[in-house]
């Protein structure tokens, strides 16, 4: 890739520099298995035992970002630098400015504003790690990724070693970020990538191609969405609908009154908070009001219930 500029980084110069990433909206969710979080780890923490002068971590390829200065899309190495910097997030102390950007996030996620929101939340109060335990699609793995790596901190790490490995991560621990010219062929890129078994899939590139050319940011949001959900092959698409919006209920809805699905319908779905919205049913609130729930049909009119449970 002609222009294309690379240089060798640690954390420390990721600070100095201000740089910011952002993953865009042809990108897919976060989808790292335990076993990948673990692996991961496992290598860091072996490199520091053994007093590696460096650990290489990888390559991450970016594209500036046209809203802000140093801040740049990942187009490829998303899933480990995410994973980096959820590692960050779980260690803190002088790993935070990785993490956090003043206010905001170092690590943007585009369409994703929940992610962002549970990862502020989580600033504000560090006893927060299982309120992700019941929301759906994009912060499942995310949480899971989280757990995973608070129990390997609590089993491998000693309190005592714990900011010699914070120091070890920030200055031995570097990366290649590769930065492609802002006049890339982003398609051509893109086709690149998938041809040496990068994790962008064909439609994934007809998607980057299509959305371009809807200008208006919350309707194409709205479009990715729903490109997303579709492309679920091995799902049905009400449950898909009902993770990303986080509500069985929601989707049923429309369904109802549609008598099936209209494009504008499910662009609609995307737009409420539909997550938020969902009634908290519990045994001692169905026993106080008797009147209310007096029998199992009028009940099931009042639960949301989870996307991916079974029919029975």
Request: proline letters at 2%; a negative charge.
């Amino acid at each position: 890739m002609d222009g294309v500029k690379s240089d060798i980084y640690n954390i420390n110069r990721i600070i100095e520099e201000d740089f910011s990433f952002n993953i865009p909206i042809y990108q897919r969710l976060y989808v790292w298995t335990d076993e990948q979080v673990k692996t991961l780890f496992e290598d860091l923490f072996t490199a520091y035992q053994s007093k590696k002068e460096l650990y290489y971590i990888g390559g991450v390829i970016t594209v500036p970002n046209e809203r802000g200065i140093n801040l740049f899309d990942l187009v490829d190495g998303q899933q480990r630098f995410t994973t980096l910097w959820l590692l960050a997030n779980e260690l803190g102390g002088e790993m935070l400015p990785f993490t956090y950007q003043g206010s905001g996030l170092r690590l943007q996620f585009s369409i994703r504003k929940n992610v962002e929101k549970y990862f502020k939340n989580i600033r504000a109060a560090s006893n927060m790690i299982n309120d992700a335990d019941n929301n759906f699609g994009d912060l499942v793995n995310i949480s899971k990724a989280r757990k995973q790596i608070t129990s390997l901190l609590d089993e491998k790490v000693k309190k005592e070693e714990r900011d010699d490995f914070i120091q070890y991560l920030m200055e031995n621990v570097k990366l290649v970020i590769s930065k492609v010219p802002e006049k890339t062929d982003l398609n051509k890129l893109f086709e690149t990538l998938n041809n040496r078994g990068a994790q962008l899939m064909q439609h994934e590139i007809l998607k980057a191609r299509l959305l371009k050319h809807i200008e208006k940011p919350a309707k194409r949001q709205q479009y990715a969405k729903l490109w997303s959900v579709c492309s679920q092959m091995d799902e049905y698409l009400e449950r898909a609908i009902a993770k990303e919006i986080g509500s069985a209920k929601n989707v049923a809805a429309v369904y109802d009154k549609y008598h099936g699905f209209s494009v504008k319908s499910v662009l609609n779905l995307f737009l409420g908070k539909h997550g938020d919205e969902k009634e908290e049913i519990n045994l001692l609130t169905i026993l106080e009001n008797a009147d209310k729930y007096q029998s199992p049909s009028n009940i099931k009119g009042e639960l949301d219930y989870h996307p991916e449970s079974k029919d029975d």
